[in-house]
């Protein structure tokens, strides 16, 4: 009984070090516990992203961070930014000629600010997404884009967390 708990304790040890330098939640900045979320700024000319990209990131938030999503007024940290591009681009045709096969790619920047003190906690220039769909397989634009916005604000929030 005894080698197992000295096995169970080597093996412990030997997968510490995967760790280090990994930070969880409980590295976000202690004092923020409440973030506003308002529409980031739309470079483009696709109406509409700012606001998919808002639900997305609050969506993301609420289900994976702890930070509670308030009005600026009663925030601790406001998550502002822009969505500097969103391209479309062709990567198939059928043999009749017909576009079969898209690229989505979502560009945006951000950062997160504490907001009794003006100081950024995070900031990025550009965090990018890209992903395809298949017009073959009935998917649309309408819900690769609704994908691309999720996947962007799973990366937004990822970084503020964890630092990628």
Not at 3 to 14: D, I, N, V
Not at 51 to 61: C, I, N, R, S, W
Request: glycine residues 10%; contains cysteine; hydrophobic residues 45%.
């Amino acid at each position: 009984m005894r080698w197992r708990a000295k096995a169970g304790l080597l093996a412990l040890l030997a997968l510490l070090p995967g760790c280090w330098g990994y930070r969880t939640l409980g590295d976000t900045p202690g004092r923020i516990r409440s973030a506003a979320v308002p529409p980031f700024q739309n470079r483009t000319l696709y109406t509409g992203l700012e606001f998919e990209l808002q639900d997305a990131l609050v969506k993301e938030l609420q289900a994976k961070s702890g930070i509670g999503v308030v009005g600026e007024a009663q925030a601790d940290a406001l998550l502002q930014g822009r969505v500097v591009d969103f391209g479309r681009s062709v990567i198939k045709q059928a043999p009749d000629g017909r576009d079969v096969e898209f690229q989505i790619t979502v560009t945006a920047a951000f950062s997160l600010q504490e907001r009794h003190t003006g100081k950024v906690l995070v900031e990025r220039d550009a965090v990018s997404v890209s992903g395809t769909y298949l017009l073959t397989r009935g998917e649309s634009e309408t819900t690769a884009r609704a994908r691309a916005l999720s996947d962007l604000a799973e990366r937004i929030v990822s970084v503020i967390l964890y630092g990628w």
